[in-house]
């Protein structure tokens, strides 16, 4: 049984510029979500998907920010027009959606922006 | 609105000690959800526990217990005999029933340094 993998795992990338991040979750959740993580701070909840539905947004997702799951398997998230405040860790984790709503957590995207 | 506190930012101990790592958390729901979570070195954070409103049992697990107390809305962690492996960061998290335990709302983290 794999875990959730994330791709890639490390991303420089110019002010302005756009990247995609890919997230896999494990095969048999139903739930994906997507966290970002600073320097010295715990992760912080950008936004979720129950299968293919993406059904709450934090307010920290701003409108540069998009994630899809289009077949309710792989998620991805882009990020326009990226800021220097960007540079983070992108954590995806995945759950079931019954029971105990434990979270596996990816490896991380780790963005900077220049 | 919910919050969780981890007080302690970094804590150092020489191996074979016993440490504890606190968590204090706020919320509005009856039916919440308190997890812990190990991101060591390597950056990839690692499930540990989960306990449920509902259910005040302490829990041994190897050299890991945590200690539950809704009176003081505290969720403690204890390593006993640490071994520098134990060296990581360590994450509080709450998530709330109402919002059908959608998200986790995280601590601070509370670095751990197991000196040999």
């Known amino acids: 049984d794999t875990g959730v993998s994330q791709d890639p795992r490390h991303k420089i990338t110019k002010r302005g510029q756009n990247v995609t991040f890919r997230c896999d979750p494990i095969s048999e959740h139903n739930r994906l979500y997507w966290y970002r993580q600073t320097l010295g701070q715990g992760p912080e909840f950008l936004t979720y998907?129950?299968?293919?539905?993406?059904?709450?947004k934090s307010r920290l997702l701003s409108d540069r920010f998009s994630a899809e799951r289009p077949k309710g398997s792989f998620s991805t998230l882009e990020i326009q027009r990226t800021e220097q405040g960007d540079s983070a860790m992108y954590l995806c984790?995945?759950?079931?959606?019954?029971?105990?709503?434990?979270?596996?957590f990816g490896p991380g995207t780790r963005l900077t922006v220049t | 609105a919910q919050k969780v506190t981890q007080a302690q930012t970094e804590i150092s101990v020489v191996e074979k000690e016993d440490v504890t790592l606190d968590c204090v958390y706020e919320t509005r729901d009856t039916t919440y959800y308190l997890f812990w979570y190990k991101q060591p070195p390597s950056g990839e954070l690692v499930f540990l526990i989960r306990r449920n409103s509902f259910d005040e049992q302490n829990e041994i697990s190897g050299r890991y217990s945590w200690n539950f107390q809704k009176s003081t809305s505290s969720f403690n962690f204890t390593i006993t005999a640490s071994q520098v492996v134990d060296s990581a960061v360590y994450f509080c998290?709450?998530?709330?029933?109402?919002?059908?335990?959608?998200?986790?709302?995280f601590g601070t983290g509370t670095r751990l340094t197991v000196i040999p």
């Open positions: 984790a995945s759950s079931l959606d019954t029971g105990t709503y434990e979270q596996y």
């Open positions: 998290a709450l998530s709330e029933a109402r919002t059908g335990a959608n998200n986790l709302f």
């Open positions: 998907f129950q299968n293919e539905a993406q059904l709450e």
